[in-house]
């Protein structure tokens, strides 16, 4: 199984100022015949499913606010808000679907400070 | 719009079967790949296994010996069982399906809202 491991765990940044969530899997996610990173962000708020803002570690899913943005390839990645919104507290998953089992980092928690 | 709806029993005996449905509307089941997750009280997401909607299944090896799933196109639902549970397996349980291009499975693009199922005597 591939290993996604997100830090920091938490954290807290003040409205507008800029959010990193770092992931980082077991084994490279970049599949070379196509040049893609097989990497999803997902944000999720509480009681509520998970809601994917980022594929192919940096394509923004429609209707996603421009202040998400990914990068990174092979096996680290980024997940950066440029400027942290009160409806952002959530807790922020990565997930690999280069191989089966597909595997999630453990999640970020980001909060205001 | 994508619409997926988890059903059944939110209550289930240690050592039974559980076993919950997802109804799909908006899209057709035929020719997708329709994936079942939990998620355990403030954990993180665990994906338990996949169906294409000609039966082909793909399951967590970590889960393999508890799993079936099953589709009905006729009904456009798939179905999860998950025999001798115990209390580990109390969890919210998600069903989703996977976005596809050139017949590929990839990320999970629309998700039901959860059922929450209790394994408790």
């Known amino acids: 199984d591939i290993v996604m491991t997100q830090s920091p765990d938490s954290l807290a940044v003040s409205l507008g100022e800029k959010a990193t969530i770092n992931c980082k899997s077991s084994?490279?996610?970049?599949?070379?015949?196509?040049?893609?990173?097989?990497l999803a962000w997902y944000q999720q708020k509480p009681g509520q499913p998970p809601k994917v803002l980022i594929y192919?570690?940096?394509t923004r899913e429609s209707g996603v606010p421009d202040r998400f943005s990914g990068s990174g390839s092979g096996t680290d990645f980024t997940l950066t808000i440029s400027s942290l919104q009160a409806e952002d507290v959530a807790v922020y998953y990565c997930?690999?679907?280069?191989?089966?089992?597909?595997?999630f980092g453990q999640g970020t928690k980001v909060e205001i400070k | 719009q994508v619409q997926l709806q988890e059903s059944g029993p939110g209550l289930v005996k240690p050592s039974e079967t559980l076993s919950l449905t997802c109804t799909v509307s908006?899209?057709?089941?035929?020719?997708?790949?329709w994936s079942w997750l939990r998620q355990p009280a403030g954990k993180g997401l665990e994906w338990i296994g996949r169906?294409?909607?000609?039966?082909?299944?793909n399951y967590n090896p970590s889960l393999k010996s508890q799993v079936t799933l099953s589709v009905d196109t006729s009904k456009n639902q798939f179905s999860l069982k998950l025999s001798s549970v115990t209390a580990a397996d109390t969890a919210i349980y998600y069903c989703?399906?996977?976005?596809?291009?050139?017949?590929?499975?990839?990320?999970?693009?629309?998700w039901g809202q959860g059922s929450l199922v209790t394994v408790s005597s």
């Open positions: 989703a399906r996977e976005a596809t291009s050139v017949g590929y499975p990839y990320y999970f693009d629309y």
């Open positions: 908006g899209d057709s089941i035929s020719n997708n790949y």
């Open positions: 169906i294409y909607s000609s039966g082909d299944t």
């Open positions: 084994q490279s996610i970049l599949y070379s015949s196509n040049s893609k990173n097989y």
């Open positions: 192919w570690a940096s």
């Open positions: 997930l690999q679907y280069y191989s089966t089992p597909r595997t």
